[in-house]
Structure formats: structure tokens, C-alpha cells
């Protein structure tokens, strides 16, 4: 049974296995995550933007519904706690990636991946703000320059192709609505559990797509069984696994911190966009990860 957490109680230094535990569970959800924007990126000429967000979302809400069941963990939400899951299905599960697959639909998998990267930005801001982080000097410092890097490599992968204004504004919509979707997954987290929590929302989000229902069908019929695989991977690994290993860091460290840490997520869509794309980065890529590598260190310094 799950015992409550007060809203202002502060959650306690993880001993050192469930530091490691976390660790590989952010380590997991950042190889997860860049591997979806290189499927998006595959599977966009089988599925629509709409219709491949309910296929992935629906696929994801089966697995973890599974999950949930399997446990037997089950911790009634009270009425503010289903407010704030709904808005994170709603905001980060079905706006977030309706958006990011129509991004996607114009510009290339790094490129997406490094305007995206502006969502860390607003996480660190708002959760200062809206969930008394504060700001941490080496946490602005290392945003700065973790976003710095994004900046270059953003750079570096719209030289080669003519930068679509539509597709920008796409990521950043997605970004703003992954940010909105953490500032109200966090306070759910104080007293749900994780797994529970992100079966809720991409539930949530999957129900919200159900307009694109008679799409999805449509494009199952005509896609190849390549396109279907590339849906039910998104499900499966990038939805119901990193979804599920990103609460369960979320529930242990704060909103902050861990949004810095996404930053890993632009130069891992890059080496893997490379061999599978042909999507080859620049020696200024490069760098600009780099810089993201260094600029999430530093947010660990104390």
C-alpha cells in the first residue's frame, strides 16, 4: 500500500542502488526517445501525424495497462490528482506527439530532435517557478550551455536543407506542451505510482486521439508491414518503456534536473539518424553534442 506524501515534503536522498537504479532508468529513457524520432522520421510516409500518435499511443496504453494489472498496485487518484493526469495525457502524450510526427513530416530527425530540445528550458523554468525548485547557479549554467550545443546542432543540420518555417514552430509547440505535461506530472508522482501514473496519461492521450481513429485504419491498410512494426515499436519501447522508466526518475529527483538530461536525446537521434537515415552529421554537430554532454554534467555539480 502506498503510503501519502504531503505536497511540500521534500523527497529524501536515494541511497546509493536506487541512485544507480535511476541512472539506468534515465540512461534508458534517452536511448529510447532518440530512437523514436528516427522511427517517426521511418515510418512518416506509411501513417499520418494523427493516426501514427493513436497506433503509437494505443500500443503503449495496452502494454502498460498490462503492466499495472500484472502488479496489482492500484492507488485510487483522488479528483486533483485525475485533473493533473489528464492534462499530462492531453498536453505531453496525444498535442506532443500529434505535433512532433507533423514536425517531422518537414524537417529531419536531428533537426526535430534539437528544436525539441528547447522543452528542458521551459522544464527547469517552470518547475523553479510552479513546484519551488528554485534556480540552482550550476543548473542555469549547465542549461545554458547544454543549449548552447542544441543551438549548434540545430545549425549544422538545417545547412544542408532549407529550414521549414511550419515544421519549427510544430517542434516548438511540442516542446511547450511536454513542459506543460511535466509540470503536471510531477505533483501527481508524490503519492501515485510511476507505472500507474504514466498508464493513466498515455491512456488519456490515446483517447484524445481517437478522432484520427478512421485515419489509422486507413493507413494500417495501406502501409507495409515494415510501417506496422515501426508503430508498434513506438508503442512498446519509446511509450510504454521510457514513459515508464522516465516517471520512475521523475518520482526520485527533481523536474528540473532531470529535463537537462534530455539533452542527451539530440546527439543519440544524430549517430543513430546517421547509419539507419543517411542523415550525416557535420563536424559543427559534433561539437554542439559535445557541448549538450558537458552542459548535463554541470547541472550535477552541487
Not at 521534500?10 to 526517445?33: D, K, Q
Not at 525548485?133 to 540545430?154: C, K, N, S
Not at 537515415?277 to 557535420?282: F, Y
Request: charged share 10%; with cysteine; net charge positive.
Amino acid at each position: 500500500m502506498t503510503t501519502p506524501v504531503a505536497a511540500d515534503t521534500a523527497i529524501p536522498s536515494p541511497p546509493p542502488g536506487a541512485t544507480r537504479a535511476v541512472v539506468a532508468a534515465v540512461l534508458v529513457t534517452m536511448v529510447a526517445w532518440a530512437s523514436a524520432f528516427v522511427a517517426i522520421r521511418g515510418v512518416r510516409y506509411s501513417f499520418s501525424p494523427g493516426a501514427l500518435a493513436l497506433g503509437r499511443l494505443a500500443v503503449g496504453s495496452l502494454a502498460l495497462t498490462a503492466a499495472v494489472l500484472a502488479r496489482r498496485a492500484w492507488v485510487r487518484p483522488s479528483g486533483r490528482e485525475w485533473a493533473l493526469v489528464c492534462v499530462c495525457g492531453v498536453a505531453w502524450f496525444a498535442v506532443y506527439n500529434v505535433a512532433l510526427n507533423a514536425a517531422e513530416q518537414r524537417l529531419d530527425a536531428g533537426t526535430a530532435a534539437m528544436l525539441i530540445s528547447v522543452g528542458p528550458i521551459l522544464i527547469a523554468l517552470l518547475a523553479g517557478a510552479l513546484l519551488g525548485e528554485g534556480f540552482p547557479r550550476w543548473l542555469l549554467v549547465g542549461t545554458g550551455v547544454a543549449f548552447t550545443g542544441a543551438v549548434l546542432i540545430a545549425a549544422a543540420s538545417t545547412r544542408s536543407s532549407s529550414a521549414d518555417l511550419v515544421g519549427v514552430l510544430l517542434c516548438l509547440l511540442a516542446a511547450a506542451t511536454w513542459a506543460i505535461g511535466i509540470m503536471a506530472q510531477k505533483p501527481a508522482l508524490r503519492r501515485l505510482p510511476a507505472l500507474q501514473v504514466t498508464q493513466l496519461a498515455c491512456t488519456v492521450g490515446a483517447l484524445a486521439c481517437l478522432p484520427f481513429a478512421g485515419q489509422l485504419v486507413h493507413d494500417t491498410h495501406r502501409a507495409s508491414g515494415a510501417g506496422i512494426a515501426g508503430v508498434i515499436y513506438l508503442g512498446l519501447v519509446p511509450t510504454a518503456v521510457a514513459f515508464g522508466t522516465w516517471a520512475y526518475a521523475l518520482s526520485r529527483m527533481d523536474a528540473g534536473r532531470l529535463g537537462v538530461t534530455t539533452y542527451l536525446v539530440s546527439p543519440l537521434t544524430i549517430v543513430v539518424a546517421w547509419p539507419v537515415l543517411g542523415e550525416a552529421p557535420a563536424a559543427l554537430a559534433l561539437v554542439g553534442g559535445l557541448l549538450a554532454l558537458a552542459g548535463v554534467a554541470l547541472t550535477r555539480r552541487r
